[in-house]
C-alpha cells in the first residue's frame, strides 16, 4: 500500500502567515486580541487559537477594545474605514495576493470598467473585493450565471485567489461570446493553481482519495469537486477518524490532499489512521510519498 | 424527407460585397482588371468571373497595369505599398470587420502587446493580419501550439475573422495559465459565429449534414469539423454530384450548410440532388427548410 501526499497539499503562505502574525501579536500585545472572522476555515485551529487567548468576532460592532487582526482573507474598505474609526488597534494580515487583487479591483474600478468577479458570494475574500469595485462589481458564480450576461463592448474579469482554474476558464469561455474586449486577469494564486494541478493528477493515479479540511473552506470544497470529477472515490473529511475500512477497500495506491486552510497535523493524522487501517489487512507493507 | 438549411449558410457580406465592387469595377473600368489572389475560395465563382473578365494574379509583381482589386481579406501594409507604387488603380474591397481587425492589430503593436493571433497561417487575411503586427504578432493554430507560449505579464489574443470559436476558446483557456493580463478581443464576425453555432445545432437534429463549398475555404472546413464532432455522417462536398445515395441512407432530416464563399447556387443544387435521389425511393415526400 502507497501514500501519496499531493503537492501543496494543506496551509498556504498567506494563512501560514495570518497564524504567525497573530501569534506574535498575542505575546506582544497586552488586552484583547481578536481576529475579525475566523482566522482560518478549520475548527481546529481557531479551537487551538481560543484557548491560546485569541478569540474570533464575526460582527465589526461587537468589537470595542484591544488588537483587532484582518485575517488573509483581507476587507472591504467600509468594514476597514468602521474599525479604524473606534479605539483599536489594527493588525492587517491579509494575504498579500489578496492585497493585489484588491488594488487591481480598484484600478479597474477606476477606470469606469465592468468587473466580472469569478467566487463565491458568501466568501470573506469576494466580501472584501466586491467593496472594492465603486458598484461596478459583479459576483459570478459559475457559467450559468455569465451565460446571463448581455452583451458589452469592454468588461474585466478576475477570480477569487482560491478558485477552481477549470471554472475559471469555463466563465470565460462563456464571457468571450459576449464581450468584444475582454480583460482576464488571471488572479488565481500561484500555489492554488498547483495544489489543484496536482489533486487532479494524484485522482488518475489512486484508487482512494481524501481531501482534508474544514467543511467550510472554499477552496477546499473546490479540491474535493476537482478530484470528484476524475475519481468517484474520494472522500471530504473534516477529521482522520472519518476514514473507514470500507473507504480503502481494494485500493494499493492512495491520494491524500488538503486545501489552503488544513493544518500539516491534519495531514499526518490521516496519513496515521489509513496505515493502522492497513495494519490489520493482510498485506502490511506500506509506503508514504509526498509530491515535490 | 426534411431538408434543412442552416442559417447563414453561404455568401456571408464581406463576400458578397467584394463581388458587387468586382464585377461594378469591370463595367466601370477599360482595360485589365484583376483580383489579387482569388476573390473567393470557390472554383465555379472564379471560373464565372474569369469569363467575364476579371483575372486573378497571385502574385503582386506580375501585375503591371490596369485596375486592381483587393479582396475581402486584405493585404499587408507591404504589399500594399507595393501595389501603390506602380502603375496601377487600386480598388479596396477588404471587407469592413477584418479593415477593424487589422486597425486594432496596428493600435497594440503601438502599444508594444504581444499578439497572438488565432488562424491558419497560409490564409490571406492571416498573412495580412502580422503585417500590422510590427514583428510583435505570433500566429496560433492551436491549444498545442499555445501551450508551448511562456509564461508573460501582458499580451492581447485576437482572431481569423472566420476562426471556429470552439477552437478560440481553447487557445484562451490556455493563455489563460500563461498570461497574468490577457486582453481577449473577439474578432470572430458575427455572421461567422452565427453560421458555427446552427450548423453546430443542425448537426444534433439531423442524420446526415452536407457543407458545401471549395476545400480551399478556411471556414468551411471549420464548419465541417464542427459538425463532424458532433455528426459522424458529415460530408464536406464541393459540388452537388458529390452526393451519393449511400450518404442519405436511412436520414430522414437532412442539413445543408455551407461556408463563406458559398454561393446560393452551390446550395440550391445540393438540395436539388437530394430531392432527385429521395425521388427514387418508396418516401417520396419532402420539403425543404431554411432557418432564420
Redesign the interface.
Known sequence: MEIIIAKNAGLCYGVRRALTIAKKTRRLKKGKVSTLGDLIHNPQVISDLRKGGISSVENPDELEEGTVIIRSHGVSPDVYKNISQKNLEIIDATCPIVKKIQKLVEKLAKEKMEIIIVGNKEHPEIKGLIGYSRGQGLIIENEIQAGRLPFKKKRAVLAQSTQD?FL??KV??CL??K????????TICHST?TRQRATSELASQVQALFIVGGKASSNTNKLYQISKRILPNTHFIESAEQITPRMLRGAKKIGISGGASTPPEAIEEAVQKIKKTFEHQPQRESSVQCQR
Open positions: 482554474l475559471f476558464e470565460v469561455s468571450i461570446e464581450t468584444e474586449e475582454l480583460r482576464v486577469y488571471n493553481q
